[in-house]
């Protein structure tokens, strides 16, 4: 199967801490893959590199075959929800999904936002500040922002912070929607009730793969939040 | 890359006519210093004929092309700030994992900030001509690549330190250490002939300020005149500063690892 992401030997420290040494990851074309780990294990980090924030100190990232080290053509095919909110409050939103649709090339993105604003019930919404949203419709924009180049590769980071449990749900099966639809998912998440049983998982831990497997395989929610998600309480 | 760049323009322009304080803030600031300060200060200076002026002028008329290098030097300053505030938001993320090259964003994002600079500068112009402070017709539009060059280099320079700088609290050290030292050692509010005769030595000083130049380049295309000296240092300071804004942001090193990680 064609790999969506891959990355190679790579090694990143910020100054004197290493966080990733010589760590390899591939993500298959279509999968769901749940990145879980406790807080520092470097999940964030997987993240912006594959989002082209950050470039390695050794090794390679290929997104869809595309080296991120030459060229930033790869990251047309990635759409990112990032665990920070990365809207513009001082646009409105329809500004604010037309400004990312620019960033991307788009050049007549009016039928697409108008689509996705309905999918994630925010039409009607278009001329609001994105200061007056609540958190909760501030997150279904992130998502509809991060869907609207229509991208082959989402990356996730705690997509369903700040959600009520309805909208959460929706977000969730939308997500596992995408992903049987040929999109390659890559969810960051403490929240083990977001995960179905053939999701992929990979549990970080220090920079390195502790385990990886199927969510059920593995163990399932109980197993994993005992041993490794970060759940288990910490020594004060 | 073109939709891209046309993106971040949009983006900067509809900021700036949301943000009406600013606009308003960006207005104030040189008009207070035209028509209090240039007030006082007319009595109290003297200026004799320099180029590019043919005869005898008013002081308000002298200080003219620094006060538009003040709005740019501030607007270049604001939108360094806005880099700042973005990162700490989290919105830039979305500029810098756009799929075009790095410094073409950062390009982009240069050109968005000197057309609001030559927006600014525009307004005070036109308000300055209303009470009776003009140039002649040729120089307003000579004046407007000049501001544009202007807006690259201050603008080049705000990126840089929009890189260095790590936290938003730090800018008050910029106000301080940046804009205030850059605007009065310059040629903007007395022409250096004079500071050479009462103070050698901060005369040394504004020779070597950039902004001393860029505000030289305005004054003689206000006049329909070219600066060569001017203009090669303006050049030569916009692509320094530029150069050294893309190795701040750098997506390989630490400090900005540590800013996005």
Partial sequence: MTKAVVLEDVDLSYGPRTVLSQFSLRLDEGSFTALLGPNGAGKSTIFNLIAGLLLPDRGDVRVMGQSLMTSRAGLRDVGMVFQQSALDIELSVAQNLRYFAGLHGIKKPADRIEKLLAQFGLEGRERSSVRDLNGGHRRRLEIARALLPSPKILLLDEPTTGLDPASKQAIVDEVHAMSAHGVTVLWITHLLDELWAEDDVIVLQSGQIASRGGFAELGGAEELSRHYAGHERPQL | ?261
């Fill in chain 2, 1 to 261: 890359m073109m939709t891209c760049l046309k993106a971040i323009i949009i983006r900067e322009l509809l900021r700036f006519l949301h943000q009406r304080e600013r606009f308003l803030a960006a207005l104030v600031r040189p008009l207070v210093w035209l028509f209090i300060f240039g007030a006082g200060f007319r009595a109290a200076l003297g200026l004799s004929i320099i180029p590019p002026y043919e005869t005898y002028i008013r002081y308000e008329t002298y200080i003219v092309p620094g006060l538009c290098a003040m709005i740019v030097l501030f607007n270049a300053m604001q939108s360094s700030l806005s880099m700042v505030y973005d990162r700490e938001m989290g919105s830039m993320r979305l500029l810098l994992t756009a799929p075009v090259p790095r410094w073409w964003i950062l390009l982009a994002k240069l050109l968005a900030s000197a057309f609001v600079s030559i927006l600014q500068c525009v307004v005070f112009l036109a308000i300055a001509w209303v009470f009776d402070i003009r140039m002649q017709w040729g120089g307003y539009l000579a004046v407007l690549p000049a501001l544009f060059l202007v807006g690259l280099m201050l603008g080049a320079m705000g990126l840089f330190l929009s890189a260095m700088i790590t936290r938003l609290q730090n800018f008050a050290g910029v106000m301080n250490f940046v804009i205030f030292p850059m605007f009065f050692l310059s040629t903007a509010l007395y022409p250096l002939w004079q500071m050479q005769e009462n103070a050698p030595y901060i005369a040394s000083v504004v020779v070597w300020n950039p902004f001393t130049y860029a505000v030289e380049l305005i004054r003689f295309a206000l006049y329909q005149r070219l600066e060569p000296i001017a203009l090669s240092i303006v050049c030569v300071c916009t692509v320094w500063f530029f150069l050294l804004s893309l190795w701040g942001y750098d997506p390989t090193k630490p400090f900005l690892r540590a800013k996005v990680g």
